[in-house]
């Protein structure tokens, strides 16, 4: 699937612009990403403790600035969790769409079997992104769970991939 919108690969040279993102987030979009409204204190430990040899960040900027949305790629065995988020300025242009794309080919090329989101039950917006990217949803109280079963990698998603990182290298891979 076309993916148009640049999305950039993360690396631990990158954890301020990814604190900074955080960081951006109001209140109630930190208790949304997070489960609960925490401090910017804890948004750096949680940076500080991303693992980039196990895990994946992918991001979309806006010029030389910090990401504008970002998704974190958490890889446990076969399967991965997907955290997401968008600055409310920036929403509605298709970023969460990009990036949750671009994360589940990834995967795929990988041999990741499954990926799924996991949030409060009254993140509706993740949940539009979840069914709208084929996810089946799962409710458990006052959680819930998008899941995706991953197909096995071709050569048009190795390709499809390839083409993602040459889009994300050239200057001009920002997003309007």
Same mark, same amino acid.
């Given at each position: ?41 804890? &948004? ?11 895990? *994946? ?24 969790? #997907? ?29 990741? #079997?499954?990926?799924?989101?996991? *949030? ?14 084929? +996810? ?11 899941? #995706? ?13 390839? &083409?993602?990182? #040459?889009?994300? +290298? ?7």
């Amino acid at each position: 699937m076309k993916n148009p919108t640049p999305t950039i690969h993360l690396f631990d040279r990158d954890r301020a612009a990814l604190v900074a993102h955080f960081v951006a987030l109001d209140a109630e979009d930190r208790r949304l990403r997070f489960g609960a409204s925490i401090a910017d204190t804890a &948004i750096m430990e949680y940076v500080a403790r991303i693992d980039f040899e196990r895990d *994946c960040v992918f991001a979309v900027r806006t010029g030389i600035r910090m990401p504008v949305a970002v998704v974190h790629v958490v890889r446990t065995g076969a399967t991965a969790e #997907l955290g997401l988020s968008v600055l409310s300025s920036r929403r509605g242009r298709g970023y969460g769409d990009a990036l949750l794309r671009r994360a589940v080919t990834w995967l795929r090329n990988r041999g990741i #079997l499954s990926a799924y989101v996991h *949030c409060i039950a009254e993140n509706a917006s993740m949940m539009h992104l979840a069914r709208r990217n084929g +996810m089946r949803i799962v409710h458990t109280g006052g959680e819930t769970d998008g899941r #995706l079963e991953l197909e096995a990698p071709t050569p048009g998603s190795r390709m499809a991939e390839w &083409i993602d990182d #040459l889009r994300a +290298m050239r200057p001009a891979a920002t997003a309007p």
